[in-house]
């Protein structure tokens, strides 16, 4: 069973910044991540993209300039550094894993999340 | 980017009954070079993260039970749950994986008639 665990979290300012951590149970190098946001109450969000090899990351527009994916394979975990955080940003983040192998594709495996609010 | 429309938005059946979900992408997901339609189902309920449900649009997740199937090609596709029980209560998203950003459905709200 694929499980994922989300930190870093919590109550920031606008302008401010996070960094979230995800960690796998098992290895994550041959497999495609993604962050996915959700609003409370609103639908879900697709935010970035990390290929298994970390080298080419996609971002929605949304995010785009202030938010960076990265990962550490030898460590089975996934990063997303958020600055410049604003009010509509605040979501539950969740972190996800694809099925396939090799940059296949395929449904995304999530995390339980963590809420980021950002507030004054 | 793929615009995916679910519809209806909310769905109310009685236990036993089938209930089925239609999502609509604004362009195909069909990749023609290994024929597979990149499209997921995912069941939410309150409080929990997503669960996959379905990828490549009729793969059922493995212990996902066998009265939820998916169907369609292209453009158009189905999630079908044969004969509802009180657990599947939720709201269900369809997602698009064939390219970046990675779109969902707004959400389909099943709830017992």
């Known amino acids: 069973e694929v499980q994922l665990v989300e930190s870093g979290g919590g109550l920031v300012q606008p302008g401010g910044s996070l960094r979230l951590s995800c960690v796998a149970s098992?290895?994550?190098?041959?497999?495609?991540m993604n962050w996915v946001r959700q609003a409370p109450g609103k639908g879900l969000e697709w935010v970035s993209y990390?290929?298994?090899?970390?080298?080419?990351?996609y971002y929605a527009d949304s995010v785009k300039g202030r938010f960076t994916i990265s990962r550490d394979n030898a460590k089975n975990s996934l990063y997303l550094q958020m600055n410049s955080l604003r009010a509509e940003d605040t979501a539950v983040y969740y972190c996800?894993?694809?099925?396939?192998?090799?940059?296949?594709?395929?449904?995304?495996?999530w995390g339980q999340g963590t809420l980021v609010t950002v507030s004054s | 980017d793929i615009v995916m429309t679910q519809f209806p938005d909310s769905l109310a059946v009685s236990l036993g009954e089938r209930a089925t979900i239609n999502c609509k992408s604004s362009?195909?997901?069909?990749?023609?070079?290994?024929?597979?339609?990149?499209l997921a189902w995912y069941q939410q309920k309150p409080g929990q993260p997503p669960k996959l449900l379905i990828y490549w649009a009729y793969t059922r997740e493995s212990g996902v039970p066998d009265r939820f199937s998916g169907s369609g090609s292209g453009t158009d596709f189905t999630l079908t749950i044969s004969s509802l029980q009180a657990e599947d209560v939720a709201v269900y998203y369809c997602h698009q994986y064939y390219i970046t950003p990675h779109t969902f459905g707004q959400g389909t709200k099943l709830e017992i008639k």
């Open positions: 990390s290929s298994s090899g970390g080298t080419t990351t």
């Open positions: 996800t894993r694809s099925t396939d192998y090799y940059d296949k594709g395929g449904g995304y495996y």
């Open positions: 362009q195909s997901i069909l990749y023609s070079s290994n024929n597979k339609n990149y």
């Open positions: 098992g290895f994550i190098s041959v497999y495609e």
